[in-house]
């Protein structure tokens, strides 16, 4: 079941449950309105006038319930709160000992809408429907809906978390398909799971293969030529985009955000298989300074991941994070888990860390800022991505190197052309009501991230990127490298091959010059590192070698590859200069060199994808971290 810390007077703290069904009369009536909830905890002499004062303050600037501050201050207890919720609402509070509500009523109603809603549709007799809420303070609000589907109803009370378990005893393995299928089936993957997909695939490479034994030199110049204008279209995309990044860096003062009522922000943190990580997760997301009242990390564990579990079980945990563990299914990848626990989450923003993240303190204010100073049509909040052990080894340098381009240089750059931007795993936020309108994620994609940015742009939405910055672990050995980086371009092909099924729809969709951008983004990366054996065997004529198109090419060809490839080059090395200008980046500019042998390995890559897009496309190689994660709880990173 979801363990949930819970709100109050919105959702109901869990408390020790009663024997049977109870009913706390209010002991004073004030005409035929409802006593407000401060003053039924003054007059109980849990609460003192000053406190309530400072509690009502408090609220009017934020979308949070006055039980939800009041707990996170301290200042109450859940039991005084519930005593006094069911004084003012004058109603019952359900306990476990209850009799099961009716299914039949739940699939009325609709088991996803239950959960928004905070409202189980309990029994109904005498033309009445017993509706059992978490969230009293909105009942009234949504009494209309619920009226259309059962006619009069009565309102008793619930904490969240029975009523989740209660939901998830009826209709669990509904939820569990849901997160698989919310997705719809044209901007899906799961199709792909069907053999001829994997056949067609291998046809096609047998294909290529036999045209290059029957006319070798011919399937030569034809591959050389798609990868030469491949590199040379993403070498002039890289510098177009660095161009309109730095020039934004330099001269561009952020707008201010609109001032409005702080919202409540949910972020989900997957975790599979770590416990190790557990107490510095925790440790690290104690560090952010958005307010408790309006905080709701959910850890998401898959159900039988027990080692992960048990670690969480033997810590207790703050009252504003939640373990929402997650039905065991064949299919186990993040975009699933995150699908499910987006059901049990409160906030009206969804954000996504990863287990061995350490987000900023400030993250949070900065990105409700962002939205509430966005376009209407802001859907996602992307921040940015670091490391906190680059100097582990040459291998970790690189990396860093390589994100500090992408995410400070590469991805503002295409968000300031317009280009519909390839979304990170993780220090996302997103709208609610547009993430859920998409559908979430796709549960069987292995980059569900980048996919989710086209899908985000294909139906009108932006992304924003923001300067703040999420540090992570590093990747430092080479095997478990190429593993990750495998995953990745996986990903990217099969999310090409997903959104080029229609090519019309998407053109229209995503208008020319986005097109364009998704072909660059996906298509020519997959290309140039797929063929780039054959850009390398040009270098070999440098060391007196020959090479096959030597009598094919004029000479004039060799000088403009020769420029492509110098040019080529020399981008990424200036991109990556550029971007090494924060205080903790210092000194890596002497390992730009090193990219040299650190992007031939995502040709190793490559190669192991494109062997399981045949065999196994949905397969999902996890990254391992925890090893160098210690490091930046003793330090200070300086950005």
């Known amino acids: 079941m979801a363990q949930v810390a819970n709100r109050h007077e919105g959702a109901l703290p869990l408390v020790p449950v009663a024997p049977k069904l109870r009913m706390v009369r209010s002991q004073t009536s004030r005409g035929t309105g409802r006593e407000p909830l401060g003053e039924i905890l003054r007059r109980m002499g849990v609460l003192t006038a000053s406190q309530l004062m400072q509690a009502i303050k408090l609220q009017e600037g934020q979308e949070g319930l006055l039980g939800d501050i009041l707990l996170a201050r301290g200042l109450i207890t859940r039991a005084a709160l519930i005593e006094a919720l069911s004084r003012q609402y004058q109603t019952a509070f359900m306990t476990e000992a209850d009799p099961d509500p009716d299914p039949r009523l739940l699939d009325q109603l609709g088991v996803r809408q239950a959960l928004s809603m905070a409202c189980l549709p309990w029994r109904a007799a005498g033309g009445v429907t017993l509706i059992a809420c978490a969230r009293p303070a909105e009942f009234d609000t949504q009494r209309p809906a619920l009226e259309a589907v059962f006619g009069p109803v009565v309102m008793v009370l619930i904490s969240e978390t029975h009523l989740h378990a209660r939901v998830l005893k009826l209709r669990r393995n509904r939820l569990r398909l849901w997160a698989e299928t919310c997705v719809a089936e044209e901007e899906s993957c799961r199709v792909l799971q069907n053999r001829w997909f994997s056949r067609v695939l291998a046809c096609g490479l047998a ?115 939640r373990v929402i563990p997650v039905p065991d299914a064949k299919l186990k990848t993040k975009p699933r888990a995150l699908n499910y626990a987006m059901m049990f989450a409160r906030g009206t923003l969804i954000g996504v860390y990863d287990a061995e993240d350490a987000p900023e303190p400030d993250q949070l204010h900065r990105v409700v800022d962002a939205f509430q100073a966005g376009p209407a049509n802001l859907a996602c909040v992307q921040g940015v991505l670091d490391f906190y052990n680059p100097n582990v080894n040459w291998l970790s340098r690189c990396f860093t190197i390589e994100y500090a381009t992408w995410f400070r240089i590469v991805l503002p750059g295409m968000q300031r052309l317009g280009l519909a931007v390839p979304l990170g795993g993780t220090t996302l936020f997103f709208r609610r009501d547009i993430l859920e309108s998409l559908g979430g994620w796709d549960a069987h994609n292995v980059t569900e991230d980048a996919d989710l940015g086209i899908r985000l742009a294909r139906h009108g939405y932006v992304t924003h990127l923001l300067p703040t910055t999420t540090f992570e672990e590093a990747n430092c050995h080479v095997l478990p490298w190429i593993k990750q980086r495998s995953r990745w371009l996986k990903g990217y092909a099969i999310t090409w091959l997903v959104h080029m099924r229609q090519p019309r729809i998407l053109w229209r969709q995503l208008g020319p010059w986005r097109f364009f951008g998704v072909q660059v983004l996906f298509l020519g990366t997959l290309v140039q590192f797929l063929f780039a054996p054959l850009l390398w065997s040009f270098w070999l004529m440098l060391l007196g070698f020959g090479h096959p198109l030597l009598d094919t090419l004029p000479s004039q060809a060799f000088g403009a590859l020769a420029v492509v490839f110098l040019t080529a080059e020399a981008t990424n090395v200036a991109l990556g200069a550029a971007a090494l200008r924060a205080r903790h980046h210092a000194g890596l500019w002497r390992w730009l060199p090193a990219l040299h042998a650190y992007f031939p390995l995502a040709v190793v890559a490559v190669y192991k994808a494109l062997w399981e897009l045949i065999v196994s496309p949905f397969y999902w190689d996890k990254t391992t971290h925890g090893k160098y994660g210690g490091a930046v709880d003793t330090q200070v990173i300086h950005v």
């Open 207 to 321: 294909l290529i293969v036999l045209c290059a034994v029957v006319s070798p030199r011919l399937v030569l110049l034809a591959l050389t030529g798609l990868v030469v204008v491949a590199l040379g279209i993403s070498t002039a995309l890289k510098l177009a985009s660095a161009v309109v990044a730095l020039r934004a860096q330099s001269g561009t003062v952020p707008p201010d955000a609109v001032q409005a009522r702080r919202p409540i922000v949910s972020v989900m943190v997957p975790l599979y298989k770590e416990p190790e990580v557990v107490p510095r997760l925790i440790n690290r997301l104690s560090r952010l300074t958005w307010p408790r009242e309006l905080t709701d990390i959910l850890l998401v564990v898959e159900e039988n991941d027990h080692l992960t579990r048990d670690a969480l079980a033997r810590l207790t945990l703050p009252r504003w994070l």
